[in-house]
């Protein structure tokens, strides 16, 4: 018997209203169905809102300190659940277990982080230029946040969300992935046992198509924040920013590793499978293009297929295994159409570019590490987001022309350069297009106590993570007290 999930709203776990659910199967594995969950429409994202808003208003008036002590708490829980959770987002989503651990941990890590925020969300007091007056700005809850998240990051994405908008104080609703709703559900278990109220916290699962444009309509939530593609992210925009909500948006990469004559090439090496199939690539900061300097481009490129091709395919919950399946049929039918374009772009095709049906894979989404040669920055290949293991090789003569191709892309979330000379190194952190940039490691890997996002198509310019994700999840309050006890002009009464 599958395992069947509800929304969570107003405290209550309850179905669609309209009774209908959908099945979501592993992977890796379709004869393996994850569970059965609400197919909601916008009335149960009417509901939910209405919930938020109750128990915003009491919510707002619980002191910061405390509300992060029940974040602190769904941290804890999250530690003491975490394989069982991991486990089960594995078979959600198809990646190796390994990284459904890290992407649990990194929940682990920013429920901490956020708790001890609650302490700080500092504000500022500054000199005011009349006498007898003090000024100060601090930090108010936004309202009720809605939030959309993708499937690849089924908990580390709706955790940095989730909990840095509880502890700013506002009340909140997710609309989790279609793919990977049960981990958000865990989640939702989670907050409800570390006994934040009915209302604060709500779920709605459902299709963007349906709850997520509801949300982006609705007038009772104030500010969105969403994690996706940039197509999506475009029209989310648009629709919100008409109603003059906030909107936060973390979208699409097409990141690049630089490797320069100089680097240690092993490191380089290992960096780059890492980036570029790790999560099967199907990471906003997987590493797609790989940018090698010609006098080692040869060497480097023997010994990446070498060791590309020996890359252990399979069910991620085999501790062996090192590249999962693709999340869906649609996702590996629009990986194996960008092969094509490639192929059709004269690039060379030097490694995979089809379907893995081995065994017991041939009941999954499974498709080999792919590696073009001889990539030009203007084909689509170069270009697009293609989310999935394919990695494009150019080669350049030296260093400036290597960090030109990096910048020569619409998107600008990650990016790498491995070399030993550190002036060539500090160059490119001042000159690379990018919001994050790794001195000799890859594209991924970000930490949750630093910003994290991008310029150019990758976003709107918010970055979450650390402390600047309170400008997504709180406005400023200015604050003047006058206690002279007489009428004092600004600008007007102030003597030179
Ligand atoms: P997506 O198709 O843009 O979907 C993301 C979320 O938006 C899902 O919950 C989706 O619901 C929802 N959605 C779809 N259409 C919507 C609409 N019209 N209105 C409101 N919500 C809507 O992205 P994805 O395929 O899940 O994820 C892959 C993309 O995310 C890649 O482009 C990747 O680079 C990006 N990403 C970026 C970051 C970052 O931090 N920069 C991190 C991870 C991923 P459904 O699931 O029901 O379609
Ligand atoms: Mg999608």
Same mark, same amino acid.
């Given at each position: 018997?599958?395992?069947?999930?509800?929304?969570?709203?107003?405290?209550?776990?309850?179905?669609?209203?309209? &009774?209908?659910?959908?099945?979501?199967?592993? *992977?890796?594995?379709? $004869?393996?169905?994850?569970?059965?969950?609400?197919?909601?429409?916008?009335?149960?994202?009417?509901?939910?809102?209405?919930?938020?808003?109750?128990?915003?208003?009491?919510?707002?008036?619980?002191?910061?300190?405390?509300?992060?002590?029940?974040?602190?708490?769904? &941290?804890?829980?999250?530690?003491?659940?975490?394989?069982?959770?991991?486990?089960?987002?594995?078979?959600?989503?198809?990646?190796?277990?390994?990284?459904?651990?890290?992407?649990?941990?990194?929940?682990?890590?920013?429920?901490?982080?956020?708790?001890?925020?609650?302490?700080?969300?500092?504000?500022?007091?500054?000199?005011?230029?009349?006498?007898?007056?003090?000024?100060?700005?601090?930090?108010?809850?936004?309202?009720?946040?809605?939030?959309?998240?993708?499937?690849?990051?089924?908990?580390?994405?709706?955790?940095?969300?989730?909990?840095?908008?509880?502890?700013?104080?506002?009340?909140?609703?997710?609309?989790?992935?279609?793919?990977?709703?049960?981990?958000?559900?865990?989640?939702?278990?989670?907050?409800?046992?570390?006994?934040?109220?009915?209302?604060?916290?709500?779920?709605?699962?459902?299709?963007?198509?349906?709850?997520?444009?509801?949300?982006?309509?609705?007038?009772?939530?104030?500010?969105?924040?969403?994690?996706?593609?940039?197509?999506?992210?475009?029209?989310?925009?648009?629709?919100?920013?008409?109603?003059?909500?906030?909107?936060?948006?973390?979208?699409?990469?097409?990141?690049?590793?630089?490797?320069?004559?100089?680097?240690?090439?092993?490191?380089?090496?290992?960096?780059?499978?890492?980036?570029?199939?790790?999560?099967?690539?199907?990471?906003?900061?997987?590493?797609?293009?790989?940018?090698?300097?010609?006098?080692?481009?040869?060497?480097?490129?023997?010994?990446?297929?070498?060791?590309?091709?020996?890359?252990?395919?399979?069910?991620?919950?085999?501790?062996?295994?090192?590249?999962?399946?693709?999340?869906?049929?649609?996702?590996?039918?629009?990986?194996?159409?960008?092969?094509?374009?490639?192929?059709?772009?004269?690039?060379?095709?030097?490694?995979?570019?089809?379907?893995?049906?081995?065994?017991?894979?041939?009941?999954?989404?499974?498709?080999?590490?792919?590696?073009?040669?001889?990539?030009?920055?203007?084909?689509?290949?170069?270009?697009?987001?293609?989310?999935? *293991?394919?990695?494009?090789?150019?080669?350049?003569?030296?260093?400036?022309?290597?960090?030109?191709?990096?910048?020569?892309?619409?998107?600008?979330?990650?990016?790498?350069?491995?070399?030993?000379?550190?002036?060539?190194?500090?160059?490119?952190?001042?000159?690379?297009?990018?919001?994050?940039?790794?001195?000799?490691? *890859?594209?991924?890997?970000?930490?949750?106590?630093?910003?994290?996002?991008?310029?150019?198509?990758?976003?709107?310019?918010?970055?979450?993570?650390?402390?600047?994700?309170?400008?997504?999840?709180?406005?400023?309050?200015?604050?003047?007290?006058?206690?002279?006890?007489?009428?004092?002009?600004?600008?007007? $009464?102030?003597?030179?």
């Amino acid at each position: 018997m599958p395992h069947h999930f509800n929304n969570y709203v107003a405290g209550r776990w309850v179905p669609a209203a309209s &009774g209908r659910s959908v099945e979501n199967r592993n *992977p890796a594995n379709t $004869d393996d169905v994850v569970g059965v969950f609400p197919a909601s429409g916008a009335e149960d994202l009417n509901e939910a809102v209405a919930a938020a808003r109750a128990a915003y208003e009491r919510w707002r008036k619980v002191p910061a300190p405390v509300r992060a002590l029940k974040v602190q708490r769904a &941290g804890e829980l999250l530690r003491e659940r975490k394989e069982e959770i991991s486990r089960q987002m594995t078979r959600e989503m198809g990646k190796v277990i390994a990284e459904t651990r890290g992407d649990t941990q990194e929940g682990i890590d920013t429920a901490f982080y956020m708790a001890g925020e609650g302490r700080r969300l500092f504000g500022v007091t500054t000199p005011v230029e009349l006498p007898d007056k003090f000024g100060m700005a601090f930090r108010r809850p936004v309202g009720v946040a809605g939030l959309i998240t993708p499937w690849n990051f089924p908990m580390a994405i709706p955790t940095w969300k989730v909990f840095p908008a509880l502890v700013a104080g506002n009340a909140v609703v997710i609309k989790p992935a279609t793919y990977t709703p049960a981990t958000v559900c865990e989640l939702g278990l989670i907050l409800e046992e570390a006994g934040v109220p009915p209302g604060v916290f709500n779920v709605v699962c459902g299709p963007g198509s349906t709850v997520g444009e509801a949300m982006l309509e609705h007038p009772g939530v104030d500010v969105i924040s969403f994690t996706g593609s940039s197509e999506v992210g475009r029209h989310i925009n648009e629709v919100a920013g008409k109603k003059l909500k906030r909107v936060s948006l973390e979208l699409g990469g097409k990141n690049a590793q630089i490797v320069l004559a100089d680097a240690d090439l092993e490191l380089a090496l290992e960096g780059v499978l890492w980036g570029a199939f790790g999560t099967t690539g199907q990471r906003c900061t997987a590493t797609s293009r790989l940018i090698l300097e010609e006098k080692i481009h040869d060497k480097f490129v023997k010994k990446l297929l070498d060791s590309a091709a020996a890359l252990k395919l399979g069910d991620g919950l085999d501790e062996s295994v090192q590249v999962g399946p693709l999340v869906s049929a649609t996702q590996r039918e629009t990986v194996h159409s960008y092969v094509e374009v490639g192929k059709e772009e004269g690039a060379e095709l030097a490694l995979g570019g089809e379907f893995y049906e081995e065994g017991e894979c041939k009941k999954g989404y499974f498709y080999r590490p792919t590696v073009f040669l001889g990539v030009k920055p203007t084909m689509r290949i170069a270009r697009e987001e293609i989310f999935g *293991p394919v990695l494009s090789v150019f080669k350049v003569r030296d260093a400036d022309e290597a960090i030109e191709v990096l910048n020569d892309s619409s998107y600008g979330l990650s990016s790498s350069i491995y070399t030993r000379d550190v002036n060539l190194a500090f160059r490119a952190v001042e000159d690379l297009e990018a919001g994050i940039t790794y001195v000799n490691g *890859p594209t991924i890997g970000a930490e949750v106590h630093l910003p994290f996002g991008g310029v150019k198509d990758t976003g709107n310019g918010h970055r979450e993570g650390s402390f600047t994700v309170f400008d997504v999840f709180t406005e400023w309050k200015t604050v003047y007290v006058d206690y002279s006890g007489k009428l004092q002009r600004a600008q007007l $009464d102030v003597e030179e």
